[in-house]
């Protein structure tokens, strides 16, 4: 079935630099792809999304990367800030009822 | 998301109560959701509706159900409440585009 990973659970990273948070999807027909972010205590946040028909997607300090052949997208962080630090979740529009399927998340943790 | 709110927003329930989470929305959106968060598990899908007489099992819609009272209510009610619906539930809502809109959460625990 289709499915929406993350490489890592966790990741942690100083104040100051830049991060990365990379994501595998498996429906190679999925043609739209979100970023959300959680802090604790909150609803996921909208943060960038993009549509398959785009490889990359630039916002206020974040980029989004989609590798379509190998079904793998990323989110950068630019200049990471300790208010970051959040879960961040993929989400693929890929679901059998049109739905998101998201994947289990990474938590960043910034550094001072 | 402060136009997606969500009702009550902690709950302590005990095994064979009936519950009822609402949400309600101020972004005029056709389309509202319900997901079951959990540790590990990421979001799923519970229940959803495109309009107020179109209503749609999710992923794991087995011992919930839904009322669209109107485009801007949508509730979740757990008929007999059990411990492992213990969970974050989120309320989402979407206009035209592919974006979702998520509530603040209910954190419900059944005793």
């Known amino acids: 079935g289709e499915s929406v990973g993350l490489h890592l659970p966790t990741l942690s990273v100083q104040e100051g630099d830049n991060s990365i948070i990379n994501c595998a999807y498996s429906n190679s027909a999925s043609d739209y792809f979100i970023w959300y972010k959680q802090e604790s205590g909150k609803g996921p946040q909208f943060i960038i999304d993009i549509r398959s028909n785009m490889d990359k997607r630039q916002g206020q300090r974040v980029t989004v990367l989609l590798n379509k052949t190998v079904k793998h997208l990323s989110l950068q962080i630019a200049a990471t800030q300790p208010g970051d630090s959040a879960v961040y979740f993929c989400a693929d529009l890929g679901g059998s009822q049109g739905n998101l399927i998201f994947g289990k998340g990474t938590k960043l943790s910034v550094k001072p | 998301d402060a136009d997606v709110t969500q009702t009550p927003r902690n709950r302590i329930t005990k095994t064979g109560k009936r519950i009822m989470l609402e949400c309600s929305q101020t972004?005029?959106?056709?389309?509202m959701y319900w997901y079951r968060q959990d540790p590990g598990l990421g979001l799923r899908l519970i229940y959803y509706s495109f309009d107020v007489k179109d209503i749609n099992k999710g992923e794991i819609s087995d011992g919930y159900s839904v009322s669209r009272q109107a485009q801007a209510k949508f509730s979740l009610s757990l008929e007999s409440a059990i411990p492992n619906q213990t969970a974050l539930y989120f309320c989402?809502?979407?206009?035209?585009?592919?974006?979702?809109?998520f509530g603040p959460g209910t954190r419900l625990t059944v005793l």
């Open positions: 989402a809502t979407r206009g035209e585009t592919d974006t979702q809109y």
């Open positions: 972004k005029g959106h056709d389309r």
